[in-house]
Structures are given as structure tokens and as C-alpha cells.
């Protein structure tokens, strides 16, 4: 059987839970074999956890290296200023004719430097090119510019965004609306389809990451869209169910 090549394009994780770590351990376990383009370091200083992006000079040299590998999908994650994301742009543009799985990271609870409107219209350019995007409830909200308090407008906004060109849409709303549910909303352009797993509440660091990356393996194995959802959905929940906790104490919104 031929190894399938699939790239993350994503950030350093510096307690190793989510970014690229995530990516890579994902990939493996789909038995893939996974590159990383580095878009940013991350380290805990005076002022809490902050972002570094990659020199633009050194992220190009990432790119180049790798724009001749074969690969059959890209997953992007963590794009640190419009610099980063105007030079990925490019590379998904030219490799426009394969999978690209977006988790369009705009907000997190840790505090770093982010120009959000202006990453907000760099996203968007992103939309056409995309198999999958995968906002979370903050992200959905400031990509669609619709509020999101119910379900209802978790799907509405699941619709706006496919109208702004996303292929397909997953919005994830976590425990927002139910303590015992973790309710998440799909979206083809045709139907709409609500998925509800028990919320867990032991290590979830990385779990956006993950769900991502695990959709984006999917894809690329020949899943359909809401396959590949639906599987990744399972797999993080089996995941967050059976890890556990190392000993950092973090909040992720992923």
C-alpha cells in the first residue's frame, strides 16, 4: 500500500498538546506520514503565554521545500499575522487541487499579539479553496458576523459561512449550551446535521487541533465530508476519554 503524504501547517505547541504536535500524532495513528510547515513558537513569559511567529524569510524557505512533495491534503491551523497567511495563501493556491482542511484560529485564551479584523479578511480568502472549515463558537461568530447564543444560530451561522465559500462547514460549540452535551453543527450547502457527544471535562488540550487534523486524515483516507466528521468527532471524545492529565494546567478554546 502507498504511504499517503499530508501536510500541517501550523503552530508549536510548546507544552506539546496542541499545534503541530496534535497534527503529527494524528497522522500517525491514521498511519500517514505528515509534514510540518512551523508558522509560529510559543512560550510562557513575564506577561503569560505568548505567540512568536516564524520569520516571513524562513516560512517561505519552509514552503519551498516542501511545494514538490506529493501530498494528497493540508491542514492549516494557527496563522499568526496577515504575513504568514498572505505566503500560505499562495502554496494553497498552488496546490489548489487537493484536500485543504481549515481550523481558522482566531481567538484563544492565552494572550498574544493577533490583528483579528485583519486575519478575519485574510481567512475568508481561504473559503474557496477549502474542503472543511472547523471555527469553533468564538471564531464562527467573528467569521460570519452573526452572534451565536442557541442552536439555531450556530446553524445559521454554519450557513453563512458556507455562503462566504466554504465547501463545507463544522462549527464546534463544545459544552456552550448543555453541561451534558458537547454539540457540534454540520453544514454541506444542502442539510444540516446537529452532532451531540457527553461532555468530558479531563484533558482536552489539543482537541480542536485534533478534530481538525483527524477530519483532514479522513479526507484523505476517502472519507466523505460528514464521515470524516463524524469519525473525528469520536475519535477525540475516545481520546479525551482515556488520556491523561501530565501536569500543565491550561484552558484551551480550540
Known sequence: MTTKYILAISGNDIFSGGGLHADLATYSTNHLHGFVAVTCLTAVTDTGFEVFATDKTVFQHQLNSLKDIDFSG????LLPNVEIAELTLDFVKAHASIPLILDPVLVCKESHDVEV???RT??????PYTSIITPNLVEAELLSQKTIKTLDDMKA?????HQLG???VVIKGGNRFSQEKAIDVFYDGKKLHVLEYPVLTNNNIGAGCTFASSIASQIVLGKSALEAVEISKDFVYQAILHSDH?????????
Open 74 to 77: 493540508i491542514k492549516l491551523g
Open 117 to 119: 479584523s485583519a486575519l
Open 122 to 127: 485574510e481567512l475568508l480568502k481561504f473559503f
Open 157 to 161: 451561522a454554519a450557513q453563512k459561512l
Open 166 to 168: 466554504a465547501q463545507n
Open 246 to 254: 501530565y501536569g500543565v494546567d491550561q484552558n484551551y478554546e480550540n
